[in-house]
């Protein structure tokens, strides 16, 4: 099955600092989706990646997937207390359909004053 | 406002007891997913369907039985719950080609004393 993998499994950030978090797969990637959730909440989609290289910006938001690592990152440039939460990644692997959809553990995201 | 739909939103249920979790979807969407989010293990597949009449395993579906007889409704039964199904338990929907991301239920918090 796809396995995922976060890193980091939390950050502590300065309001107005950048931040990064990757998203490795065991698995060639079908295509990759970030989602956030806020404490309690469901999940709201951020964006969807599925070919290499490809790179997507929602306003302060960035997430670009290297097909050939397996590996996506999610770039936010001058965090702020809005970006607070758990950012998780989900894939489907090469062979699925986007039916079997597999989560990563997530990464937790403070920002501070 | 269209999107998926959970009820209960908390249910606290003894051990051996069964009962269904209801999910309903009114975007038409072809693919629905339950997952289950437990502290640092992110969302775990537990069953999905990819259409109506068609279900399939995720990574965690001992306990847990699905059907889809219509393609807005996928509901997630617990046969004989245990302390260890305690969890927060999401459905969500997608479209076939994925591309607009899942959409996500605000989830069910149970508790299984």
């Known amino acids: 099955s796809q396995e995922l993998e976060q890193s980091p499994q939390s950050l502590i950030v300065q309001e107005g600092k950048n931040l990064t978090i990757n998203c490795t797969s065991s698995?060639?990637?079908?295509?990759l989706y970030w989602y956030k959730q806020k404490y309690g909440e469901g999940l709201i989609f951020l964006m969807m990646?599925?070919?290499?290289?490809e790179e997507k910006s929602h306003e302060k938001i960035t997430a670009k997937l290297d097909e050939k690592k397996q590996q996506s990152s999610l770039h936010i440039t001058a965090s702020q207390p809005s970006h607070a939460g758990i950012y998780l990644c989900?894939?489907?692997?090469?062979?699925?359909?986007?039916?079997?959809?597999?989560f990563g553990a997530g990464t937790q995201v403070v920002v501070t004053p | 406002n269209a999107g998926v739909t959970q009820t209960p939103k908390f249910q606290v249920l003894k051990t051996g007891q069964s009962m269904t979790l209801q999910c309903a979807q009114d975007?038409?969407?072809?693919?629905m997913s339950w997952y289950r989010q437990d502290p640092g293990m992110g969302l775990r597949l537990i069953h999905y369907?990819?259409?109506?009449?068609?279900?399939d395993q995720g990574e965690v579906p001992n306990g847990y039985n699905v059907s889809r007889s219509t393609t807005e409704d996928f509901p997630l039964r617990l046969l004989s719950a245990a302390p260890s199904q305690t969890s927060v338990y999401f459905c969500?929907?997608?479209?076939?080609?994925?591309?607009?991301?899942?959409?996500f239920g605000s989830g069910t918090r149970l508790t299984v004393v």
């Open positions: 989900g894939a489907a692997g090469e062979t699925d359909s986007w039916g079997k959809l597999q």
């Open positions: 369907s990819v259409g109506a009449g068609i279900t």
């Open positions: 975007m038409n969407h072809e693919y």
């Open positions: 969500a929907s997608s479209y076939q080609t994925g591309y607009n991301g899942y959409t």
């Open positions: 990646l599925q070919k290499g290289g």
């Open positions: 698995k060639t990637l079908y295509g």
